[in-house]
């Protein structure tokens, strides 16, 4: 079994809100100082210190601050719905309602043991780690029926089809209200009555996700910012951070 897509990031500091959006897999969160909000389409979780909050694949989301002047700290594990599965042998899980969040010290310190494992890049030791907190996680889900698949665009799949196969190109709305024949303004409000983000939140998202898998410890940042097409340097930094909690230097850092 491989776990290059299983990966965590820390946030020392949380100094600015994550506009909506969602990730491609399941989002585990250890809170270690403050308190974490996460707002959902009908509802807010509020997770403090020492509880584990949990987002579903492709579920749209953003994370306000509740106080710019608080501490907020906290590690994210990434788990892709695909490794999920394997270890629950093909089970389809989601987190839902009040089972989002968890107060548990058990699961805090394998949440944390897997985080070493993780560092360690043993892969016996992150397979049985990571084994024995989904395990654990398995207690507070419930069986989704149905599988986890991208938004559901309806009219507007062609745009989204478009989108990710041009991610690296700039984008305009007339060009893409062109795709679905109507006016750039009857778009924008189509767009984000469908999507729950404007066109251009959502293509900024999936532009910073699509160049975080190109990041490694070699790789120029500089020449990544350009290569899709971002103003500058500063522009990219900015714009992942927004998303990703934390700069591209530090998540490149991360990846040594």
């Given at each position: 079994?491989?776990?290059?897509?299983?990966?965590?990031?820390?946030?020392?500091?949380?100094?600015?809100?994550?506009?909506?959006?969602?990730?491609?897999?399941?989002?585990?969160?250890?809170?270690?100082?403050?308190?974490?909000?996460?707002?959902?389409?009908?509802?807010?979780?509020?997770?403090e210190a020492n509880s584990i909050s949990i987002?579903?694949?492709?579920?749209?989301?953003?994370?306000?601050?509740?106080?710019?002047?608080?501490?907020?700290?906290?590690?994210?594990?990434?788990?892709?719905?695909?490794?999920?599965?394997?270890?629950?042998?093909?089970?389809n899980i989601q987190f839902i309602n009040g089972?989002?969040?968890?107060?548990?010290?058990?699961?805090?310190?394998?949440?944390?043991?897997?985080?070493?494992?993780?560092?360690?890049?043993?892969?016996?030791?992150?397979?049985?780690?990571?084994?024995?907190?989904?395990?654990?996680?398995?207690?507070?889900?419930?069986?989704?029926?149905?599988?986890?698949?991208?938004?559901?665009?309806?009219?507007?799949?062609?745009?989204?089809?478009?989108?990710?196969?041009?991610?690296?190109?700039?984008?305009?709305?007339?060009?893409?209200?062109?795709?679905?024949?109507?006016?750039?303004?009857?778009?924008?409000?189509?767009?984000?009555?469908?999507?729950?983000?404007?066109?251009?939140?959502?293509?900024?998202?999936?532009?910073?996700?699509?160049?975080?898998?190109?990041?490694?410890?070699?790789?120029?940042?500089?020449?990544?910012?350009?290569?899709?097409?971002?103003?500058?340097?500063?522009?990219?930094?900015?714009?992942?951070?927004?998303?990703?909690?934390?700069?591209?230097?530090?998540?490149?850092?991360?990846?040594?």
């Open positions: 079994m491989s776990f290059d897509k299983l990966e965590y990031i820390s946030i020392e500091n949380q100094t600015t809100e994550f506009p909506k959006h969602f990730h491609e897999t399941f989002c585990i969160s250890l809170i270690h100082k403050g308190t974490e909000q996460i707002d959902f389409e009908n509802q807010s979780l509020f997770s987002t579903n694949p492709y579920e749209i989301h953003s994370n306000p601050l509740i106080d710019k002047s608080s501490y907020l700290k906290f590690d994210t594990i990434y788990v892709p719905n695909k490794l999920m599965k394997l270890a629950l042998n093909g089970e089972n989002r969040k968890i107060k548990s010290n058990k699961t805090n310190t394998l949440f944390l043991e897997l985080k070493e494992a993780l560092d360690s890049k043993k892969n016996k030791a992150i397979e049985y780690h990571f084994f024995k907190f989904v395990y654990a996680l398995k207690k507070y889900s419930e069986e989704n029926k149905n599988e986890y698949s991208n938004v559901d665009f309806n009219n507007f799949n062609e745009v989204n089809i478009y989108i990710e196969n041009h991610i690296q190109q700039k984008f305009c709305l007339d060009e893409l209200s062109r795709i679905v024949n109507i006016n750039k303004y009857g778009f924008a409000k189509k767009f984000k009555a469908i999507t729950g983000m404007s066109p251009i939140n959502y293509i900024l998202m999936r532009k910073v996700f699509s160049s975080k898998k190109l990041i490694d410890s070699t790789t120029n940042l500089t020449d990544i910012a350009y290569q899709y097409n971002f103003t500058d340097m500063s522009h990219y930094s900015k714009t992942f951070k927004r998303f990703i909690g934390i700069s591209p230097k530090e998540y490149k850092e991360s990846t040594i």
